[in-house]
């Protein structure tokens, strides 16, 4: 029941999110045949370097953006999309920026379901649980209502992710690293415990 009652506002917020994306997808690829355009592709840009792609030859400025310390967060990136130019000074980014706070907040959302890297650290403890898998499955129901395995509707696939990847995730989101309305509710209601039966069982699901 729950997890019917959830499925439509989750695609409302990642499909919206995927639809900002298209105004990046000229440049920036995503998924897992992406790979640099005119721009670097975004797999993974939660927690990256700025500048930290290797094949990627960046702008003089970005490169020294990343020297000087930038790091992708979700909130460095809502900084960079409200003034490209205001954060990163002489960017050869062409885009203008995006004003709309919840547009930024909805591209983020998304861009960040793509990260398994989410620059947030998890507890050694936390990893270290080893999760049940069948108990993982019995839970699954909710994951499932929305995450379909073959990622369509703009929701990221969670079949195969790698434990590690999954419980990192699930953490960052139920400790407020990152946000997102259904999501971080979502993490909030599950144990340490659950989420690694959950990690357990969906990185060899079929």
Same mark, same amino acid.
């Given at each position: 029941m729950?997890? #019917?009652?959830l499925a439509?506002p989750?695609?409302?917020?990642e499909?919206d999110?995927?639809?900002?994306?298209?105004?990046?997808?000229a440049c920036?690829? %995503?998924?897992? *045949?992406?790979?640099?355009?005119? /721009?670097?592709?975004?797999?993974?840009? +939660?927690?990256?370097?700025?500048?930290?792609?290797d094949?990627y030859?960046?702008?003089?400025?970005?490169?020294?953006a990343?020297?000087d310390?930038?790091?992708?967060?979700?909130?460095? %990136?809502d900084?960079?999309?409200?003034?490209?130019s205001?954060?990163?000074p002489r $960017?050869?980014?062409?885009?203008?920026?995006?004003a709309?706070?919840q547009?930024r907040?909805?591209?983020i959302?998304?861009l960040?379901s793509?990260?398994?890297n989410?620059?947030?650290?998890? *507890?050694?403890?936390?990893?270290?649980?080893?999760g *049940?898998?069948?108990?993982?499955? !019995?839970? #699954?129901?909710?994951c $499932?209502?929305? &995450?379909?395995?073959?990622?369509?509707?703009g929701?990221?696939?969670? $079949? /195969?992710?790698?434990?590690?990847?999954?419980?990192t995730?699930m953490?960052? !989101?139920?400790q407020?690293?990152?946000? &997102?309305?259904?999501m $971080?509710?979502?993490? #909030?209601?599950? #144990?340490?415990?659950? +989420?690694?039966? %959950?990690?357990a069982y969906f990185?060899?699901?079929?």
């Amino acid at each position: 029941m729950a997890g #019917s009652l959830l499925a439509e506002p989750v695609l409302a917020q990642e499909s919206d999110g995927e639809g900002l994306y298209q105004q990046c997808i000229a440049c920036h690829q %995503l998924g897992p *045949d992406a790979d640099n355009l005119v /721009g670097p592709h975004l797999n993974d840009l +939660i927690g990256r370097q700025a500048a930290g792609l290797d094949g990627y030859l960046y702008s003089p400025a970005m490169d020294a953006a990343g020297a000087d310390g930038l790091v992708w967060t979700t909130e460095t %990136l809502d900084a960079f999309l409200t003034d490209p130019s205001g954060t990163v000074p002489r $960017t050869s980014m062409g885009y203008g920026g995006m004003a709309d706070p919840q547009e930024r907040a909805t591209l983020i959302a998304f861009l960040t379901s793509q990260s398994a890297n989410v620059g947030f650290a998890v *507890d050694a403890e936390i990893l270290a649980l080893k999760g *049940d898998p069948a108990y993982g499955e !019995y839970l #699954s129901g909710d994951c $499932t209502a929305c &995450h379909a395995r073959d990622a369509g509707e703009g929701i990221p696939a969670i $079949t /195969g992710r790698s434990r590690d990847a999954f419980v990192t995730v699930m953490q960052a !989101y139920k400790q407020g690293a990152i946000t &997102h309305p259904v999501m $971080t509710m979502m993490a #909030s209601r599950l #144990s340490n415990e659950e +989420i690694a039966a %959950l990690a357990a069982y969906f990185e060899n699901a079929e």
